[in-house]
């Protein structure tokens, strides 16, 4: 039997139900997770301090792979402290429409967006000048961009989408008319990739009123937060969607991959056994495509994603089930789906490849 080393990012609220219920659904899996749990909730990081950042940052770059649950933000985010340590430079967050979730959207969404993790103003605290105004610095790296751009088209290359890279270069002629130079220098080592590019507000109008002319947006890091939520809000809620979080080595590889749900702690419903694991499922089934588990992760989304549209789910979406009763119907249609050799070459060429890239080559 296959062995996969994985951290495990322990959070705050629901998070230890959400845990629960990924070792309980990786128990019927035909390979075993060896998990590495570490603790980052707040009552942990108040204790441990920068000596326990250092402990998750040093496991995450020894075996390459995490899988985070959601923490509470106080004092600083975790999100953000990791993302720095760990130098994660880009974000994917697949987006899709799943019938059976209510949402006032009638139009299908299918999108990928692909978000610079650093720079922009989220990197800066801001500064008061004197008592009537602040200031804000603004900071656009070429390399991150040049990664983000990478993933992008490699993504789009092996899933025969188009890119749409979008910004305000009109106005901010410097920095982010230098993120779209960078994009279409990459660009050029994959004509076989439509690339176009749309002015960040232009896009945001167009994307509610044709969405099925986006594919793959790559975007700066403020643009990617802004257009990631309103894209969620189009399919119907934010906590059902995934991501995965990449820093890349000298030879724009992926070195290391941190995985996490859109969501929050959700504290009202801590304890109950009400917490919707749909999205860490997704995360889960992105942490294992990018470990080359396709076949595993594709019959984990599509699993999930035919229970959502038969209107069996958790009651945050309509459905009646606690959160261990929609965990073990996901897991046997998992463990179904992967003992009918049928299944498998249907489903991968329509599914596995809008899980996430798993490899970048050289440019």
């Known amino acids: 039997m296959k062995h996969y080393p994985v951290v495990e990012l322990q959070g705050d609220g629901i998070g230890p139900e959400l845990s629960a219920a990924v070792h309980r659904l990786a128990e019927r899996l035909p390979f075993r997770i060896d998990w590495q749990s570490i603790d980052i909730s707040v009552e942990a990081r108040e204790k441990g301090g920068k000596e326990l950042y250092d402990r998750a940052v040093k496991a995450i770059e020894d075996v390459g792979v995490a899988l985070k649950h959601p923490t509470a933000t106080v004092k600083e985010s975790p999100n953000q402290v990791l993302r720095k340590r760990l130098n994660l430079q880009v974000i994917h967050r697949p987006v899709q ?81 230098l993120f779209e130079s960078v994009v279409k220098e990459v660009a050029k080592d994959y004509p076989e990739v439509t690339h176009r590019v749309e002015l960040f507000d232009a896009l945001l109008a167009k994307l509610v009123l044709k969405p099925q002319s986006f ?93 959502l549209r038969e209107g069996i789910s958790t009651p945050d979406v309509g459905g009646k089930l606690g959160t261990v009763e929609f965990t073990d119907e996901v897991a046997k249609r998992v463990e179904k789906k992967l003992i009918d050799p049928s299944w498998t070459s249907k489903t991968i060429r329509l599914h596995a490849d809008k899980l996430g890239a798993d490899k970048l080559g050289k440019a």
Do not use: W
């Open 215 to 307: 594919q793959i947006v790559l975007v700066l890091n403020e643009y990617g937060d802004f257009l990631s939520d309103m894209a969620c809000g189009l399919i119907g809620s934010l906590g059902i969607g995934a991501s995965g979080n990449y820093g890349f080595d000298k030879n724009k590889g992926i070195r290391v991959g941190m995985f996490d749900a859109s969501h929050g702690t959700a504290p009202d419903i801590a304890g109950q056994g009400k917490a919707n694991p749909t999205a860490i499922f997704l995360a889960f089934a992105l942490l294992l495509y990018h470990r080359g588990e396709v076949r595993t992760a594709s019959a984990i989304k599509n699993s999930t994603l035919e229970l």
């Open 97 to 177: 429409t799943i019938p059976g979730i209510p949402t006032n959207f009638k139009a299908d969404v299918d999108l990928d967006v692909v978000r610079i993790a650093t720079g922009g103003t989220y990197d800066d605290p801001g500064q008061l000048i004197g008592t009537e105004a602040a200031v804000s610095l603004r900071i656009i790296e070429k390399e991150p961009c040049r990664q983000a751009a990478l993933f992008a088209f490699e993504l789009a290359r092996k899933t025969k989408r188009s890119v749409t890279s979008s910004s305000k270069h009109t106005i901010q002629k410097v920095t982010d008319g």
